[in-house]
């Protein structure tokens, strides 16, 4: 495969995945802002959404005040976002272009069908809470069948190997700057760690990467910070967890290295903090610092996208 087709794979599963991230980041945040008025003012849920996205110090560049219409339109349609909504998908759809042939029908039609409705919202704007919320539920859908479409219809080859790479890649980076967010800077210093403010901002959390129902399968208790991080983390039967990720990394990988007949930096790198995840307890990430952990992981995972990138896609 021509290292441009595998790019253009690699950054379509990426922007497609970044797109629905955001989705579910502007939920989170509307749902943990509907909570009662003893708790407004105690915490700007909008500010740990910008950081939650990466994006805090390019908004104040544009707007004074993290409130939520500023701060949903800068994710959600803002042309000087990078990472906007709107600029994801039409993204995505410039590299769908440009493997047309590599997409079987199903995955061009979802992509460009996203598009040109993504459009039609743009232009009428999302002026009510229940527009918005049609909007996300929208980008969350096109997200889903999109990767439904991938995984039911494209050969296993190298194609879809590089797809899944952007994919879990992007997704392992989201769930961890999610969880970031949480244990660093979301809840207020004056604020009872399990106190009610706590559980909602964990609730919706966990809602944000579809495990709030998931939790209460494996874990049966109450929510409990160290239990939600452990399962994001560490638990390789949830599709978000890091560890879930990892493991989906180094497989496609390896079928790359079989495919080309040689392992190279990119596969040592992905065993690498596999094993890392694979042989991690929480009483140890606990000691060592959850914050510390994860900055460590998510520069290993960026790494890991440099390594990808030299290797196979310059």
């Keep these: 495969m021509l290292s441009r087709t595998a790019e253009n794979l690699y950054w379509l599963a990426r922007y497609v995945e970044r797109a629905e991230y955001l989705a579910r980041t502007i939920d989170a945040t509307l749902r943990v802002t509907a909570l009662p008025a003893a708790y407004i003012g105690k915490t700007n849920e909008w500010d740990s959404a910008l950081l939650t996205a990466g994006v805090a110090a390019s908004f104040y560049q544009t707007y004074e005040e993290a409130n939520e219409h500023n701060v949903v339109d800068y994710l959600s349609f803002s042309a000087s976002n990078p990472s906007s909504i709107r600029n994801c998908i039409e993204a995505a759809r410039l590299n769908s ?16 069908s996203a598009w040109i409705e993504l459009q039609e919202v743009w232009s009428k704007g999302t002026s009510t809470r229940e527009e918005l919320a049609k909007f996300l539920r929208f980008v969350q859908e096109t997200s889903l069948r999109f990767d439904g479409s991938a995984y039911r219809t494209m050969l296993r080859n190298d194609a879809y190997w590089f797809s899944r790479l952007g994919l879990h890649l992007e997704r392992a980076d989201n769930t961890a700057r999610i969880l970031d967010v949480k244990y660093h800077v979301l809840l207020p210093e004056e604020e009872h760690v399990g106190g009610p403010l706590d559980f909602y901002q964990w609730s919706s959390i966990l809602r944000s990467v579809s495990a709030l129902t998931a939790y209460h399968w494996v874990y049966r208790e109450t929510l409990k910070p160290w239990l939600i991080a452990d399962l994001l983390i560490l638990n390789d039967t949830l599709p978000r967890s890091l560890a ?15 495919a080309y007949g040689r392992q190279g930096p990119a596969q040592r790198h992905a065993r690498g903090i596999r094993n890392r995840l694979e042989h991690s307890n929480m009483n140890d990430i606990f000691q060592h610092g959850v914050h510390e952990f994860i900055q460590e992981f998510i520069a290993d995972n960026s790494r890991l996208g440099e390594i990808v990138t030299k290797q196979y896609l310059i």
């Design 244 to 258: 879930s990720c990892y493991g989906n990394l180094v497989r496609n990988l390896d079928q790359i290295g079989v």
């Design 97 to 112: 272009r440009s493997v047309r042939t590599a997409l079987t029908s199903e995955m061009w039609d979802t992509i460009n």
